[in-house]
């Protein structure tokens, strides 16, 4: 496949096939095999998950990677488990997404404006890819944003996400160094390729049953980024 014949949907197809990362492959097809005793009736995804959304869209959601048996069974980003019930009735009221709940990949969602990815497409053990992993994942988020010609605001779900952010713009040239960008809930930062990134904490069940992360502060993230990207 070559750079100039990449489209977002060719893009996605390369992504489902790719297979640089063995541990994760391997998990990812263990999981599926194994299944978790709540969805044994169903036909787990167990392959690297493709992007989700509008090829026009002006915002890019950035997470992590794959739950094992959220999107890892589901084949779509956030769909079928805690993180994404959390996430997608936000989007809804955000005014990103058609409804509130996203249980499959046929379940009749569609986003607007807004398009989700991660820096690791592949689920990792204890949701941990390692350095090396999330490095062999990069080259598809360089090519995401290369295909994604109207991104204004990027809202990055984690630290991970963040690091991985910065990471693309160093490669890309477009940011000499990362001083000065600091993780932390709510942080805007405008980057020199005319971006601006917003940092939130992830929809994970660990923050947002602690309270740590609460649907009033995703909502005001999910908001901003629709004023920071001209969408009212
Ligand atoms: S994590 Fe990324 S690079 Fe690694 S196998 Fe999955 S899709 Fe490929």
Same mark, same amino acid.
């Given at each position: ?57 002006r ?18 980003p ?35 404006? $807004?398009?989700?990815? &991660?820096?690791?497409?592949? #689920?990792?053990? @204890?949701?941990?890819p390692? !350095?090396?992993? /999330? ?11 290369r ?21 693309h ?5 477009? $940011?000499?160094?990362? &001083?000065?960008f600091?993780? #932390?809930?709510? @942080?805007?930062?405008?980057? !020199?390729?005319? /971006? ?12 947002t ?18 004023q ?5």
């Amino acid at each position: 496949m070559t750079a100039g014949a990449l489209t977002l949907r060719t893009l996605n197809a390369g992504i489902v096939v790719c297979d640089r990362c063995p541990r994760l492959r391997e998990y990812c097809a263990e999981v599926a095999r194994v299944r978790r005793r709540a969805y044994i009736d169903w036909k787990y995804w167990g392959k690297p998950v493709p992007s989700f959304g509008d090829e026009q869209a002006r915002v890019l959601a950035l997470g992590l990677a794959p739950g094992a048996h959220g999107s890892n069974r589901t084949g779509r980003p956030f769909t079928g488990d805690g993180s994404g019930d959390f996430l997608f009735p936000i989007l809804y009221e955000a005014g990103f997404a058609s409804q509130p709940n996203a249980i499959s990949r046929d379940d009749g969602m569609k986003l607007k404006d $807004l398009w989700i990815t &991660s820096v690791s497409r592949c #689920a990792p053990p @204890a949701n941990k890819p390692t !350095p090396e992993e /999330l490095r062999n994942c990069a080259p598809w988020l360089d090519e995401e944003f290369r295909l994604l010609k109207n991104l204004r605001v990027v809202v990055c779900l984690g630290r991970i996400a963040f690091d991985g952010l910065l990471a693309h713009q160093q490669r890309t040239g477009a $940011l000499p160094a990362r &001083s000065g960008f600091v993780f #932390a809930h709510g @942080a805007e930062y405008a980057l !020199p390729a005319g /971006l601006t990134v917003i940092a939130s904490y992830h929809p994970s069940l660990q923050n947002t049953n602690t309270g740590k992360l609460t649907r009033p502060m995703f909502l005001s993230v999910f908001q901003r980024a629709r004023q920071l990207a001209g969408l009212q």
